[in-house]
């Protein structure tokens, strides 16, 4: 069993910053990749920006148009932790945020492990 639990939103300016974190915890074995996501009333979920670490491949992170330049992720690997710096904030960031992680557990399994949604505002 695992837990993603996100912290950090709020209300703020536009022309803003804030800072929201991720934890993971439970049975890890490993975590490949965890992410930013974001949802307002009645639109999809879509990704904001995600990290992910292979052997192979090394680290990659991948922003959306809509936030590159502004926003910034950030993992601590090591206590499975995410973080997502965003500055310049604008209305149309105004969403639920949701963090994600791809968990490979202690039994063998794998998956994507959700947190409950932070609201952030946007006040022009």
């Known amino acids: 069993q695992v837990q993603v639990v996100e912290s950090g939103g709020g209300l703020v300016q536009a022309g803003g910053s804030l800072r929201l974190s991720c934890a993971v915890s439970?049975?890890?074995?490993?975590?490949?990749?965890m992410g930013w996501y974001r949802q307002t009333p009645g639109k999809h979920r879509d990704l904001v920006a995600a990290?992910?670490?292979?052997?192979?491949?090394?680290?990659?992170?991948t922003y959306a148009d809509s936030v590159k330049g502004r926003f910034t992720i950030s993992r601590d690997t090591a206590n499975y932790t995410v973080y997502l710096q965003m500055n310049s904030l604008k209305p149309e960031d105004t969403a639920v945020y949701y963090c994600?992680?791809?968990?490979?557990?202690?039994?063998?399994?794998?998956?994507?492990?959700w947190g409950q949604g932070t609201q952030v505002t946007v006040s022009s």
């Open positions: 994600a992680a791809e968990i490979n557990t202690m039994d063998g399994s794998t998956l994507r492990g």
């Open positions: 439970g049975d890890i074995l490993s975590i490949d990749a």
């Open positions: 990290t992910t670490t292979t052997i192979t491949s090394g680290t990659r992170i």
